[in-house]
């Protein structure tokens, strides 16, 4: 009769624990990233598992270089991911792919005010608020120490500009008896030609959310292109870019010491962690006339219109964008979390960088970021206009004056027709 109690108990517990099972729902949550940033997702996955019992998290992580086109081909079909991170929300609100979220933050009284205005701005559309950002996506001056300490060259400093990372640069590069680089000063990032305009006093258009003019082939523009331009074709200092398709990214560079300098992210301090010798960050350099800028805005979360379990993924993604997400990103030093006014938020993030790391410059250069533009239509005129022209001054087809202007005409052109 006893053992006859205990298979009973031991089978009611079993039908119990496959009920609970069976009413779990998982949900997918889609990322990129380099190896050395994806830990913290995977902590943040822990966190909310422990968290509750009714919802599982199934990960799919891609390359940044592959991540998007997989991304369209599952919208297309309506098989996107129910929570994804995502750039340029606006482009992907416009065509009904994301799920619009005011219903849900009034709801459930969602605390949206430790982000700052300008990171809402970008995750909304049409007066209607579609996802929050991780991060703001502010860089900083990365410097080899011990390749400035071999070429006897003074550490960055707050008071550089434009002319002293230019000369820096050029001192840090390293020939062959050919003549070819095997060290070059300084490595750049293809997308960040913004802030370079951005610091010599230009903008790219007039409002970068609701743009009505044009402006990247102003003078202020045409001599911040050029200026990185020279340092790629005339001075040798800067890998080009089609080169870095051969010699790496800006992490694999620099984290091998192949170049002296890199402008980049947080995101890729675990990685520069492991390298061989020692490193540290400084504000990026000012425009010829003092002038500051850095990014504001960068990646965040969004649930898909199509999600079969909307309000599973809203559970995901309050997690994700409240305080448990935000303090596990921060804690471990990967990126500027979007709440970084938030004084305690900033501590975390600098308390969880390496000792030796400056990192209070990526909440000082965070307070310096402007928004790059972001409104529906400018994935499609950046990719289509604006970088095929760029790549012609970078490659020296052209001058800045000469693709700028060319430039200019299309983007306008455009711009008639679509409205």
């Not at 199934?58 to 991911?81: C, K, N």
């Not at 482009?91 to 709801?107: C, H, K, M, Q, T």
């Not at 490193?279 to 199509?306: K, Q």
Request: hydrophobic share 45%; aromatic share 12%.
């Amino acid at each position: 009769m006893f053992k006859h109690l205990i298979r009973t108990a031991l089978a009611l517990a079993l039908v119990g624990a496959l009920a609970a099972a069976s009413a779990q729902t998982t949900i997918v949550w889609s990322f990129w990233g380099d190896p050395g940033e994806l830990p913290p997702n995977y902590e943040v996955i822990e966190a909310f598992h422990a968290a509750q019992d009714d919802v599982r998290i199934e990960v799919q992580h891609a390359p940044w270089g592959s991540y998007f086109d997989r991304i369209l081909t599952q919208m297309a079909g309506g098989t996107a991911p129910d929570v994804m991170f995502l750039n340029n929300i606006p482009s992907y609100a416009a065509r009904g792919v994301l799920f619009p979220l005011d219903e849900l933050i009034e709801r459930d009284g969602f605390d949206t005010h430790a982000y700052h205005p300008g990171l809402l701005a970008i995750f909304s559309y049409a007066g209607e608020v579609y996802g929050f950002a991780r991060d703001n996506d502010t860089n900083v001056l990365y410097y080899n120490k011990d390749l400035f300490d071999e070429a006897g060259v003074d550490y960055p400093s707050e008071d550089w500009q434009w002319a002293d990372i230019r000369a820096a640069a050029s001192e840090l590069t390293v020939r062959d008896a050919r003549g070819r680089a095997t060290q070059y000063g300084l490595a750049l990032e293809k997308n960040r030609y913004p802030q370079w305009v951005y610091q010599n006093g230009g903008s790219v258009f007039d409002d970068p959310l609701e743009p009505t003019e044009f402006l990247m082939d102003a003078p202020e523009a045409i001599e911040a292109i050029q200026f990185i331009a020279d340092m790629i074709l005339v001075d040798g200092s800067v890998p080009s870019f089609d080169a870095m398709a051969q010699l790496g990214s800006t992490t694999e560079l620099f984290s091998t010491g192949r170049v002296a300098m890199v402008m980049t992210n947080a995101a890729r301090i675990p990685t520069f962690m492991g390298a061989g010798f020692e490193w540290d960050v400084a504000p990026l350099p000012a425009g010829p006339d003092g002038i500051r800028a850095n990014t504001l805005g960068g990646a965040g979360y969004v649930m898909s219109a199509t999600s079969e379990h909307p309000e599973e993924a809203w559970t995901f993604l309050k997690f994700l964008a409240g305080t448990e997400g935000q303090s596990i990103f921060a804690s471990t030093g990967v990126a500027v979390p979007a709440s970084y006014a938030d004084p305690d938020v900033a501590a975390t993030f600098i308390n969880a960088c390496p000792e030796t790391v400056s990192c209070e410059i990526f909440i000082s250069e965070t307070e310096r970021g402007r928004l790059a533009p972001m409104f529906p239509d400018w994935r499609e005129i950046e990719s289509t206009i604006v970088t095929p022209h760029l790549d012609l001054i970078y490659t020296g087809e052209l001058s800045a004056q000469e693709a700028l202007a060319q430039m200019g005409a299309e983007v306008r052109r455009f711009m008639a027709e679509r409205q």
